[in-house]
């Protein structure tokens, strides 16, 4: 099974700005897509934004122009958040979907990182 792990998540003033980063492991031959969500407190999981294979990005409306995301040749995925709102406080979530080198195919979610946006 694949393992995923987010890091990168602090306390920021607003305004601040950080990386987040995502490592997968795991005998993964391929990946069809990995991508970012977020929980704030009270709130429901929502779409931040994600990429394909074919590196066809994706962003949700709420963080459009603020949030991006990429993934360099190991795999590692980022997500560059810049000008941050307190509204942007939650548990910030990886996920990985791909093909194992057995052949089958997996879908994993990270435990999460916490991003804390307060003055």
């Known amino acids: 099974q694949v393992h995923v792990v987010e890091s990168g998540g602090e306390t920021v003033r607003p305004g601040g700005s950080l990386r987040l980063s995502c490592a997968a492991s795991?005998?993964?031959?391929?990946?069809?897509?990995m991508g970012w969500h977020r929980q704030g407190p009270g709130k429901q999981r929502e779409f931040i934004a994600s990429?394909?294979?074919?590196?066809?990005e994706k962003y949700g409306d709420s963080m459009k122009g603020r949030f991006t995301i990429s993934r360099d040749a190991t795999g590692t995925l980022y997500l560059q958040m810049n000008d941050l709102k307190p509204e942007d406080t939650g548990v910030y979530y990886c996920?990985?979907?791909?093909?194992?080198?057995?052949?089958?195919?997996?879908?994993?979610w990270g435990q999460g990182t916490q991003v804390t946006v307060s003055s």
């Open positions: 795991g005998t993964i031959a391929l990946i069809h897509t």
């Open positions: 990429i394909t294979g074919a590196m066809t």
């Open positions: 996920n990985v979907a791909g093909r194992l080198r057995s052949l089958a195919e997996f879908d994993s």
